[in-house]
């Protein structure tokens, strides 16, 4: 349901774009969003955009980084940029039918390594 890429090794200071492609439910109308989960942590929250492309961040990438969403393919974005040592992690995506609640769909991870 859902397909993230993107991940890779990258420099600190650098810059990565992760993508997610959706398929089986009516993306236009969902929030979608990111989490991450660093090496020995809990999963934590990233950023998420609704259908009306409001976007919410987290604190520790605010600033740094930004979600988008492309209804016509199905797919939303996480241009991360200045990336740190700690932004090492493997990130999720997720889609849920509306602005609360539970997140329905979490696709598989992809690593994003950042060398210090």
């Known amino acids: 349901q859902l397909q993230a890429s993107g991940g890779g090794v990258v420099q600190a200071g650098g810059s990565l774009r992760l993508s997610c492609t959706a398929s089986?439910?009516?993306?236009?109308?969902?929030?979608l969003g990111w989490f991450r989960q660093a090496p020995g942590k809990e999963t934590e929250f990233v950023a998420r955009?609704?259908?009306?492309?409001?976007?919410n961040y987290a604190d520790s990438v605010k600033g740094r980084f930004a979600i988008s969403r492309d209804n016509a393919k199905k797919t939303v974005y996480l241009q991360m940029n200045s990336l740190k040592f700690e932004d090492t992690a493997v990130y999720y995506c997720?889609?849920?039918?509306?602005?609360?609640?539970?997140?329905?769909?979490w696709g598989r991870g992809t690593l994003v390594t950042v060398s210090s």
């Open positions: 997720v889609a849920r039918p509306l602005a609360l609640g539970n997140w329905h769909y």
């Open positions: 089986g439910f009516t993306f236009s109308t969902y929030t």
């Open positions: 955009i609704n259908r009306s492309k409001i976007t």
